[in-house]
């Protein structure tokens, strides 16, 4: 791996962006990521841990949504601000460009205004891998800003009227992917994710950051390194104190954007949109130096994760020719060491006919066999690891990420299925040491019943709307998302503790600080509704003491009652 590092530029006078966020209450989450813009909020009163839908525990209020949508929620204040597509009309097609902008109170769940926002390139609804709808709205508590990933962002003030609108031409081979690229709000300025003016036939369907006035919608700057759309970029300060934000490319359906590897870039004024160090991926699958470097992408190098970084690292996977973590120096972009997935690992499996958990301690993955009836290996099989795209959170010392299970995306030798088996699982990032906990798939709730919870198999679900109607495109989205593996929403982190949702609507609930990654770190399983009727791939927001989730049915807001 190599890395480039740009010119030093001095100290800054003024910081583009507002100071992090660290409050005794958070009143307001303006965007998917939070007030930080890296999906975490620390020393603020305790958020819900434990809710049901299905049971009708911890819930404030539920409010149907006039459809299906995948955006995060913005909050500030009494308002509430998300996506879905347009309201279904019987006998069309399930592919639309059309999205709705809605407000809803923050008290009751009213739907208070809504706006129409039409992109160019239509996207399956409710696809498993992001949809127009997918990209959240953000706030500054004057205005909000909606974003269709089929091509439109519209600015509107806390009454519904327009202010801006500002078009584009998205990729769209075959869909407008950009379920992971989140907009983040930087002072005056938006980040979108958009191909060049004109799409030149040199840069043909690359993408770029691209910094948008939010006042007037014109752009004032375009990242000087593209960024591939399946990638979540991370807002954070650099050790001097240097507002940036880290991106990536690399990825399937042979994604333009090279060279894959990462890129820091700068958001002070003056400097907005130049990199700051880029990092190549320069080896090929089987660990020899590529003749181009930054040429392989996906599957041993791709960028569908949430790129976390902090003033001291920046975190990153490669798949072949052994699964391993990476740990690189913020400052400069150098690779600092590199921790094998596999080996002396330890890793908590559930034993469906005993009923409890077997520890193995210091093993090596590539000896072990599944349990799950779902994940059965054959006689030549190995688990190969796959962090689950997007689902995955550095935080308190450990970088945190669920595994895919199943499914044969990396074929590299030696031959394998994915696993291990439906696991969360972290990496302590001073020294290696690599924990992997088996958790259930789902978990049946009946009143005055015990729960029932799920292991090792596949669970199907449905994608109905309020309205009974089944809006999905394709049968993909009515798995669990375990094995397709679907784009989850992105984990976060309130206090310490992690909130990491599956397809099915199921919320895990982590304590990050936990000495030992068992099933005590493990503290509540929640649903957004009855086990194979509900679906999501959303993350939660958190505001005012209440944490609000949705499904494709309706939106949520939990607390205590």
Known sequence: MTSEMSPSRGLLALLLLPALVSAASVPNWPQAAGPNGNWRIDGVPAAPIHWSVALNQNIIWRSPMPNGGQSGIAVWGDRIFLTTFDEYKTGDPKFSGTILGLCVSAKDGRILWKVKLEGPVKSPMMYAYSDSTSPSPITDGQYVWFFNSSGEIGCFDFEGREIWRHKYTPWGEPYPFNKQHEPIVSGDTILNVEPLDGNPPDKFGWNYLRGLDKRTGKTLWIAGDATTTYTTSV??????????????????????????????????????????????????????????????????????????????????????????????DSSTGKLLREQSLIRNVDYRQWDPKARQYIVHRNVNLRDMRELSPRNQLDADDVIRVMPAWHANIAINGYHYFLTTVGHRRNQHPPKGRAGPSHCIARVNIETGKVEYLEVPVTVIRKPDVADEKVYGVAVRTQTLNAEGQDVAAEDRSRTDGWEIPAFWGSPVAIDGNIYVTTMLGITYVIDSKAKILDESALLSINDLGPSGETWSLNSISYAGGRIYHRSLKELVSIGSQ
């Open 235 to 328: 807002f954070g300060e650099t050790k001097a104190g240097r507002p940036a934000v880290l991106t990536g490319r690399g990825g399937w359906h042979d994604v333009p954007e090279r060279p894959v590897g990462l890129s820091l870039i700068d958001l002070s004024p003056g400097q907005a949109g130049k990199t700051i160090w880029r990092f190549v991926a320069d080896t090929d699958a089987d660990g020899k130096p590529l003749a181009v470097p930054g040429s392989l992408a996906a599957p041993t190098w791709q960028a569908l994760y949430v790129l976390h970084w902090d003033r001291q690292y920046a975190y990153w996977f490669r798949l072949n020719p052994e699964e391993t973590h990476l740990v690189i």
